[in-house]
């Protein structure tokens, strides 16, 4: 199917309404399960209430229209670009999701909202000082730390295969729904194509989720029970009250940490995939500030930390349509949804084992991505050395009780989590052992280069 209206090949044009609206919803359908499932799984480990939950389910919607929005068309403060005037998507983070979960076991949801709270100015921070530190952003940190963080979620995407967290997991039914999900999610990945393609992850979970319910593990007895529109999702905190807990802020500082260099690659993903040219220090700027400003705001507004999303890099790279009303559209219709409680509540009785097998492979791509960003340091004896301190320390010191119990408080607050101790010592070994880029790819001076995975177009 050929594109006739050539106003959606430009990035300011205003193409049809109708011919711009199939383009938007494209970009949703490849965005929503990675939106919505990290509420999914973070509400799962704390207990939270299933109002609540549908709540937040409504936020994510909400926040991630919002702060797309925001990112796409900018505001202007003074000499500042808040957003990059990208086609970009914003959504619920998933890098997040290692230290929420960690620190919501331990010290509950008031605790996550409170470090994603605090944590955001980090973020904003590296957003107006970019031009500054952007050689400090480099592949052997960030590497580093997309390793521990996607380690830490394999092991969480496997409980979820085995029907989660709860007492009634490991049965028959549970684990024939998630292999069923996993196989369909790899079939659609080998053979799929264009928007089938992109839409593979939400597929295989409307499967799951059908073949669940004749096995019993779906139940719509409270849905007719809901009223029709409700606004709760406007309400500020009104989930849960934030609380401040030192090493959970210094937790989050270091995924935001993380959740910059992603932003810094997509964007740069954009501007060259889809308006063949390099991003300008404006554009990257704006659009660090539109991450730490949305993410705040989302999380005020009872969702969870936003970044953009690279699969909708992948379909502006592939198709083209670089234009930013397209975006916006779709925006405008997750808003539109997010006040419905039914939507919500449908999401919400989503079967552990139907995203376990949709997300165990996703969890186990940040780990390769991991692995890429270090491909570009290269192998010599100085990056080697710093990865193995690095990935030494942060997984077998971060998060070990007994260690944090020896240590004083600061320390325990650094290494309270793997992710954390991670990225703080690949930080210091990077400062203390002078790293050797010469037999990588990687120019200090260009930042991380972040590759765009194209979905092929077959209209």
Known sequence: MKIKDKTVFSLDGRPRFWVALPLGMQHILAMFVSNVAPILIITGIVGLEAALTRVMVQAAMFTSAVTTLLNVYGVKIGNYQIGSRLPIVMGT???????????????????????????????????VFYKQIKRVLNPLVTGSLLIALGLYLINVGANYFIGGF?????????????TVVLLVSLGIRIFGK?????????????????????????????????????????????????????????????????????????????????????????????????DGIGSMFSVLFNGLPNTSFGQNV?????????????????ALFLIVVSFFPQVSEIIRL??????????????????????????QAGASENNLFILAISLGVGLGLGGNQ?????????????????????????????????????????NPGDGIKMEVTEIPDDE
């Open 93 to 127: 983070s998933f890098a997040f999701v290692g230290v929420a979960g960690a620190i919501g076991a331990e010290l509950g949801l008031g605790a996550i909202v409170g470090a994603a709270i605090s944590a955001a100015v980090l973020e904003i921070l590296i957003g």
């Open 194 to 290: 264009g928007l089938l393609k992109s839409s593979g992850i939400l597929i295989a979970i409307v499967v799951g989720y059908l073949i669940s319910i004749p096995m019993g593990l779906v139940s719509f007895s409270n849905l007719g029970n809901l009223q029709f529109l409700s606004f709760k999702n406007l309400i500020p905190l009104s989930v849960v009250r934030p609380e401040f807990v030192p090493s959970a802020i210094i937790s989050f500082a270091v995924v935001y940490f993380a959740s910059s260099v992603e932003t810094i690659g997509d964007i740069k993903g954009v501007a060259v995939g889809g308006l063949n040219r390099e991003a300008t220090d404006e554009e990257l700027r704006g659009g660090l500030l539109a």
């Open 166 to 178: 709860g007492p009634n997991r490991a049965t028959p039914e549970s684990l024939i729904v998630a």
């Open 402 to 442: 007994d260690f944090l119990a020896a240590v004083p408080k600061f320390i325990g607050f650094l290494f309270s989590t793997t992710v954390s101790a991670t990225a703080i010592t690949a930080i210091i070994a990077s400062l203390i052992i002078k790293p050797d880029w010469s037999k990588g790819t990687y």
């Open 350 to 375: 989503i079967p552990d084992a139907v995203m376990g097998g949709a997300l165990i492979t996703v969890f186990a791509i940040i780990v390769a991505n991991g692995i890429k960003v270090l491909v």
């Open 314 to 330: 992948g379909i502006v790279s592939s198709t083209k349509v670089v234009n930013r009303n397209v975006v916006g559209i779709g």
